[in-house]
């Protein structure tokens, strides 16, 4: 499975990987696990979506800005290891939904970042994961994700 490749099939391409936006770096290794800090649905320097789920957001536009979430932390893992066909597996996913108050539906949101890790690495995109609905994120950003890759030795 090439995921690049899968990228490409899906007629999507790897952001620009997305600056720090504060006092962390991208992305972290140790042995053979990289942790990914939180990425938001920002391209270019631009917010693709804000705003609150049950509000300005839909289940389906937060998935879509889930999905571009994911799009960013594999543009970082490719800088920080210089191919995505170095990922063995994404383990964990940590989702975070701007949403409002008593929202039930944050695995919906972020099935669109869950989704397009499988389509891109196969079984190898399966993880574990958690998915919650808060009242604020960064920049009114509507979804924020943070995931651990383990990669191929």
């Known amino acids: 499975m090439n995921p690049e490749a899968n990228l490409a099939a899906l007629g999507l391409t790897l952001p620009n990987p997305p600056a720090a936006?504060?006092?962390?770096?991208?992305?972290?290794?140790?042995?053979?696990?990289?942790?990914?800090?939180?990425?938001?649905?920002?391209?270019?320097?631009?917010?693709?979506?804000?705003?609150?789920?049950?509000?300005?957001?839909?289940?389906?536009?937060?998935?879509?800005?889930?999905?571009?979430?994911?799009?960013?932390?594999?543009?970082n893992i490719k800088a920080a290891v210089g191919s995505l066909d170095r990922v063995a597996r994404i383990v964990f996913v940590s989702g975070f939904v701007n949403a409002v108050d008593g929202f039930a539906d944050s695995p919906a949101v972020i099935n669109g970042a869950s989704d397009l890790f499988v389509k891109v690495f196969g079984e190898a995109g399966k993880h574990a994961r958690a998915a919650v609905a808060v009242n604020g994120l960064p920049k009114g950003t509507t979804t924020e994700i943070q995931v651990v890759v383990e990669l191929k030795a």
Not at 48 to 70: L, M, N, P, R
């Open 21 to 75: 936006a504060g006092s962390y770096v991208p992305t972290v290794r140790t042995g053979n696990l990289l942790y990914c800090a939180g990425t938001i649905c920002m391209i270019d320097g631009k917010m693709t979506h804000t705003g609150q789920v049950g509000k300005e957001q839909t289940v389906e536009t937060g998935a879509q800005s889930a999905a571009i979430c994911a799009l960013n932390t594999m543009a």
